[in-house]
């Protein structure tokens, strides 16, 4: 491992300006200052109430979102000392697909936020495949049918909300995810507030075609949705409006991008074939495939990766991991052997290897690439030399070689080689994990010196917008490396044990004979396999808030 000292400020103290971003996250909201070489000034947290109405059902009061907002953003400007006027631009990233309809007129929800969790579109989801199922609008979207997206949010909402259709239907109500929600707000709300979102957010609904960034009619009029309700799609990074009131009055609000995109647009990687791994209760993996949206057949996400300006467009593969430091807390809470998240490296590191053991997490079933749901964890190759040094070993390992076929899946569908994993998140700290990634890669594994990356992308696109840095060659050298990890293993050993790992996986399938829900191979995740899987996305909140309270 190698570290690399951070660069010394480019401006006094006299001259400083500064880029804020608002985070609105799954369980709170933040707002982070940041000057101009990218390091944070000041933050300000929030958190609000989880809504569990049903089982399944996960909302979120969204007039508490916004007045949250408002309250971090001008506790961050006290804790920082500056002006309004020192302050530039304003950057948006947030949680993706959780879906708000509001009033027009009043500004007020009709409804609580769907967030992104909630499962009570599965049965829709499964009328709207009809014959073709889970892939009926994948070409366009590069998404699987599935509760977790927007779209069939926005329909269960319209069915079952008294009058709401017809309100839609004559331009009264006003649709959005919580980008939308927040720069119309920040931007005037009834008073001419600018209702619009990202191309980021907008591929996440499921109404927006990859490839022309519009609206689809025919997928609109299929998934019974009025236009007039949608936000006009907008690139990320530019000047949507100027805030309207308290403490960033007059400010332009300059850029938009989806949580996980945001991250890969902090961790600078534009170029093709770099990529960013978010590693806390699960993991989200996104990859730089270019100018073109690449179709995948191996159980990932196509989606757009950002746009700066006028520019192309940038598009993704991502790919989900439910169960990574979710194995640790398992070990820790249910089964004792560690006293402390902290102690499975110590642990792992009394042991050279993993004295033949394999521990494949499939708690809830298999995700991407795999999308079983008949799977169940196992502990394979046990034998009586094992010890718990050599399980705490074995989870450890199974975080990178779940990395590491992600990372396979990316290069079947793009024919593009990861050439450097940025990582952030909580378990990023732990450096036998990410020694094993890079060796189970067989490439870099860089951690930043600025963990907050999605906060700092949204900065870094609104600096951009507006001229505060140049271009994204200045983003690049402004990127700070804290630490690298460069591949140690023989190539005959890392065969052989992704071999018995690949072993492992195949005899956790079928471990439940009457799932009901259906089984595909190498496809996207079905309906009822979306919500599990995403909960994953809740680790880089969760990790960021507990860094953040230390």
């Known amino acids: 491992m190698n570290t690399t000292p951070g660069n010394e400020s480019r401006e006094s103290d006299g001259d400083r300006e500064y880029i804020a971003a608002i985070d609105q996250g799954t369980t709170s909201s933040r707002c982070i200052v940041f000057d101009r070489d990218g390091r944070i000034v000041s933050v300000a947290q929030k958190e609000h109430r989880q809504i569990f109405p049903k089982p399944g059902w996960v909302e979120h009061d969204a007039a508490e979102i916004r007045d949250n907002v408002r309250e971090v953003m001008a506790e961050a400007m006290e804790k920082a000392g500056v002006n309004r006027d020192r302050v530039k631009a304003i950057g948006i990233t947030n949680q993706r697909e959780t879906t708000l309809l509001w009033d027009r007129a009043t500004g007020e929800p009709v409804h609580n936020a769907i967030v992104w969790q909630d499962t009570r579109t599965d049965r829709l989801c499964r009328e709207l495949g009809r014959n073709v199922g889970q892939d009926r609008f994948r070409r366009e979207t590069g998404l699987p049918l599935a509760s977790y997206f927007a779209g069939p949010k926005i329909r ?129 993996l996104l990859m730089n495939t270019g100018e073109e949206p690449v179709n995948s057949y191996h159980g990932l996400l196509t989606t757009v990766g950002y746009r700066i300006g006028d520019a192309k467009p940038v598009y993704a593969l991502e790919g989900a991991i439910a169960v990574t430091g979710a194995l640790v807390q398992w070990m820790r809470d249910q089964m004792g052997l560690i006293n402390s998240a902290a102690e499975i490296e110590t642990l792992a590191l009394s042991v050279e290897d993993n004295g033949g053991a394999y521990f494949v997490p499939a708690f809830s079933g298999l995700f991407a690439p795999y999308w079983r749901a008949d799977a169940r964890g196992i502990i394979a190759g046990l034998t009586r030399y094992v010890t718990k040094a050599h399980l705490a070993r074995a989870v450890l390992e199974a975080t990178a070689w779940q990395t590491r076929e992600i990372v396979d899946a990316m290069r079947k569908d793009s024919g593009t080689e990861l050439t450097t994993l940025k990582v952030d998140g909580g378990m990023t700290s732990n450096n036998l994990l990410m020694q094993n990634i890079a060796d189970f890669l067989d490439a870099p594994v860089v951690r930043p010196m600025v963990s907050e990356t999605t906060c700092l992308g949204a900065a870094y696109a609104a600096g951009l917008a ?85």
């Not at 492992?504 to 259906?518: F, H, I, N, Q, Y």
Request: glycine share 10%; proline share 4%.
């Open 466 to 550: 507006t001229g505060f840095w140049s271009d994204t060659d200045e983003l690049r050298a402004n990127w700070r490396r804290a630490a690298e990890w460069s591949p140690a293993m023989a190539e005959e050993d890392r065969e052989r044990e992704y071999h018995n790992w690949l072993k492992a996986v195949r005899r956790t399938m079928g471990w439940l004979d009457d799932e009901s829900t259906p089984r595909r191979e190498g496809a996207g995740s079905t309906a009822g396999d979306a919500p599990v899987t995403d909960t994953a996305k809740s680790a880089e909140f969760e990790d960021t808030e507990e860094k953040q309270s230390r």
């Open 156 to 284: 269960w909402l319209l069915d079952n909300v008294e009058g709401l259709r017809e309100r839609a239907e004559r331009g009264e109500i006003l649709f959005g995810t919580m980008d939308s929600w927040v720069i119309w707000n920040l931007t005037g709300g009834p008073d001419g507030g600018r209702h619009v979102t990202d191309v980021t957010n907008a591929s996440r609904t499921m109404l927006m075609n990859l490839r022309t960034l519009e609206w689809d009619e025919r997928i609109l009029h299929s998934m019974g949705v009025p236009a007039a309700v949608l936000p006009e799609i907008r690139s990320s990074a530019e000047v949507y409006g100027t805030a309207r009131g308290g403490p960033l009055d007059g400010v332009p609000v300059a850029s938009a991008l989806g949580d996980q995109q945001a991250a890969l647009f902090g961790q600078t990687c534009y170029s093709v074939g770099e990529g960013k791994s978010t590693y806390g209760t699960g993991t989200f």
